[in-house]
């Protein structure tokens, strides 16, 4: 079994995706952003090198978020998926056919690599439960709708404009490290 890393990177409630090229296993389909660790490596360490490596950018990995095995593929997989907390820069296709950011919950299941599957059940579990009324905006509104997100405040005087909080997607593991 191979332990493989992924990333998930989410904005404004939209998760980033790459699609796999043509001629590699799973060509075609979209993954969330990561990959295999090496001897010596810890899952976060390979995680913010592969992010370095595919998409040009230096992340802040963060809480783990869940697992999700594949055992049908050869060799199997164990997906370590961990949240990012930002990055310097914005990701560029460096390694993939394509990059996107998607709506959580427009995620198809029918498009993802069979390991990415449980990890976006994941979080659209947990963008339905915001939704819900679980410390989310108005059950009448999408919590990915513009009119849902809160307006600018404007600036006072002598003071660091109010920080607001950054939008997640999904929820993370509730023992914060991978099994």
Do not use: N
């Amino acid at each position: 079994m191979i332990i493989v890393t992924a990333a998930i990177w989410c904005e404004a409630g939209r998760v980033l995706l790459a699609r796999r090229r043509a001629g590699r296993p799973h060509g075609g389909r979209w993954e969330f952003p990561g990959g295999k660790l090496r001897p010596g490596e810890t899952p976060r360490e390979a995680l913010a090198r592969e992010l370095r490596e595919e998409l040009g950018v230096e992340a802040r990995v963060g809480a783990f978020f869940g697992e999700s095995r594949d055992a049908a593929s050869r060799p199997p997989i164990r997906l370590l998926a961990y949240r990012i907390d930002g990055a310097d820069g914005r990701p560029r296709c460096l390694d993939h056919a394509e990059l996107r950011w998607v709506p959580v919950a427009e995620l198809d299941d029918e498009l993802l690599c069979p390991a990415d599957r449980r990890l976006a059940a994941l979080l659209r579990q947990g963008a339905a439960g915001r939704a819900a009324g679980r410390g989310a905006p108005s059950p009448r509104r999408s919590p990915f709708s513009s009119s849902a997100r809160s307006r600018p405040q404007p600036r006072r005087r002598g003071r660091p404009p109010p920080r607001r909080p950054r939008r997640r997607c999904g929820r993370s593991s509730s023992s914060g490290t991978p099994p």
